[in-house]
């Protein structure tokens, strides 16, 4: 496996396995930006967004062999980030039930005061919440992710040349 082809470079197949491989060194570097987030500092957070376009990358390759657009990202996009904010809800109170009453205090803020006084409240408390959630927003990241996975990992391979490269192979060869 090519890292510099499956994750900088958007054109091109490539199969399963390197889909899922290139998934785990992204999903890897993404836990260290966010312990580094919670531990160092809140500005690690910028790390993060040169990731997407590798995600962007690895997905488009894999839509690809599928004889799909990578226009279809965006969908993946716009699920992981509705999954991911679900999950964020629901484990919430599981996983960081000492942040409620601080959460409730910024709803209640945004209610009064409209978006803007949210906001404010946000990066009044921006450490404190970035160190409390940090164990359901790793959860929430990695089981969003192993969806990725599963979706994108079981599209089926077009078995022959497209217009975006020669076949991958079997689906468990690549």
């Given at each position: 496996?090519?890292?510099?082809?499956?994750?900088?470079?958007?054109?091109?197949?490539?199969?399963?396995?390197?889909?899922?491989?290139?998934?785990?060194?992204?999903?890897?570097?993404?836990?260290?930006?966010?312990?580094?987030?919670?531990?160092?500092?809140?500005?690690?957070?910028?790390?993060?967004?040169?990731?997407?376009?590798?995600?962007?990358?690895?997905?488009?390759?894999?839509?690809?062999?599928?004889?799909?657009?990578?226009?279809?990202?965006?969908?993946?996009?716009?699920?992981?980030?509705?999954?991911?904010?679900?999950?964020?809800a629901?484990?919430?109170?599981?996983?960081?039930?000492?942040?409620?009453?601080?959460?409730?205090?910024?709803?209640?803020?945004?209610?009064?005061?409209?978006?803007?006084?949210?906001?404010e409240?946000?990066?009044?408390?921006?450490?404190?919440?970035?160190?409390?959630?940090?164990?359901?927003?790793?959860?929430?990241?990695?089981?969003?992710?192993?969806?990725?996975a599963?979706?994108?990992?079981r599209?089926?391979?077009?078995p022959?040349?497209?217009?975006?490269?020669?076949?991958?192979g079997?689906?468990?060869?690549?």
């Amino acid at each position: 496996m090519d890292i510099s082809y499956v994750l900088l470079n958007p054109k091109g197949r490539i199969g399963p396995r390197d889909f899922l491989r290139g998934l785990i060194l992204l999903t890897g570097a993404g836990l260290i930006i966010q312990v580094l987030t919670v531990g160092a500092s809140v500005g690690a957070v910028v790390l993060q967004y040169p990731l997407l376009w590798g995600y962007f990358c690895v997905l488009a390759k894999r839509l690809h062999d599928a004889g799909q657009t990578a226009w279809f990202n965006v969908l993946f996009l716009f699920g992981f980030v509705v999954v991911s904010s679900i999950l964020d809800a629901v484990l919430l109170p599981v996983l960081s039930p000492d942040m409620m009453p601080l959460m409730t205090q910024i709803q209640e803020a945004g209610l009064k005061d409209g978006f803007s006084g949210m906001l404010e409240a946000q990066q009044e408390h921006a450490i404190e919440i970035a160190r409390g959630t940090a164990l359901t927003r790793l959860a929430s990241f990695l089981l969003t992710s192993a969806g990725l996975a599963l979706v994108a990992g079981r599209l089926p391979s077009d078995p022959d040349a497209n217009a975006h490269g020669p076949a991958t192979g079997r689906p468990d060869a690549s």
